[in-house]
Every structure is written in structure tokens, then in C-alpha cells.
């Protein structure tokens, strides 16, 4: 999928690929600004508390850290929005620098994480018998088609990871 082309990084996208980015990188933005709730197990994720044990500790940390963080993530999700094609009739190339494939990087780890949360997938889950069991229940379950993204960010991710070390 991603390759370089001089100190660029570049990609071909469908028009089905780039509504889905779209979605996901927006839904990653909602989630850190309007549906902010340190309650909900995503946000969890990505803010882990950085000492279990010490629950002032933490929440001084995050005082300091947290909304520096979350403006980062927001800006990383919103990398993705203003690379891909300006209409989701269309699909087309993405052209990234550097700095713009850093950023891919970390929001699609973000919008894998929040989706691994949301799917209940864990380092020891076979993501393609997931999938099976999932094709096996009901092939047209929403289950299937969030697995199908995750898998696809992760196969986006190493594609993009393997071009930046090429």
C-alpha cells in the first residue's frame, strides 16, 4: 500500500478506504473532545493511568500532561482528515512527509487501541479466528465489518512502518 517516493510516502486509496478513514479519525476526535469521559474504558486506554497505585499522583500527572496529549492525539487524527482526497465520492493518492507519516502512525495506533478496547481484543487474540467465528455467527454483523477495519488499520500501519524504514 505505502511506498516512498523520494522523502515522501505515498498511497493509493478507494473510495470505500477513504470513507472509512475518514470515520475512524473522526470518531477518534469525538472520542477526545466531546465524548471525553475518563469512565469510558477507551479513554482508559489511551490515557493509561501512569501510577495504579497512586491515584493523586495520577491525577496530578495529568494535570500537567493531559491536555497537551489529548491536542496531539486530536492533531494526529486530524493529519489523516486533511491528507486523504477531499470527497468521500472519490478516492485517490495521499502524499506524506515525514512529519505527516509520524502522525499516521500514532493516531491509526490510537484508533487501533480504541478499537481493540471496544472489540475486546487483547495481545492474545487470533484476530483471524475472531474474524472466522464472527463470519461463522452472521457475515453481515457489525462485528465482522469493525474486525475487518481492524485488521485493515493494522495491514495500514505496518505498510506505512515498513515504507518510513525502507
Known sequence: MFRRQ?????????????????KVAGEVV???????????????RLFPEVYPDDSAGT???RRYTEGDLKTA???QAGAILA???DTTDAGG????DAEAAEAWL??????RLAMGVRLDISDGTDLGEELDEAMAADPTSSR???????????????????????
Do not use: M
Not at 6 to 22: C, I, K, N, T
Not at 106 to 111: G, I, Q, S
Not at 145 to 162: D, I, K, P, R, T
Open 30 to 44: 469525538g472520542l477526545l473532545t466531546d465524548g471525553f469521559d475518563h469512565g469510558d474504558p477507551v479513554v482508559g
Open 83 to 85: 491528507a486523504l482526497p
Open 106 to 111: 500514532r493516531a491509526l495506533n490510537d484508533a
Open 59 to 61: 491525577a496530578e500527572f
Open 144 to 166: 465482522v465489518f469493525q474486525l475487518s477495519v481492524y485488521a485493515y488499520l493494522g495491514y495500514l500501519q505496518e505498510s506505512l512502518l515498513n515504507a518510513l524504514v525502507d
Open 6 to 22: 523520494g522523502d515522501r510516502y505515498v498511497a493509493s486509496f478507494a473510495v470505500d478506504e477513504v470513507r472509512v478513514l475518514r
Open 73 to 75: 492525539k486530536i492533531d
Open 93 to 96: 493518492e495521499v502524499r506524506l
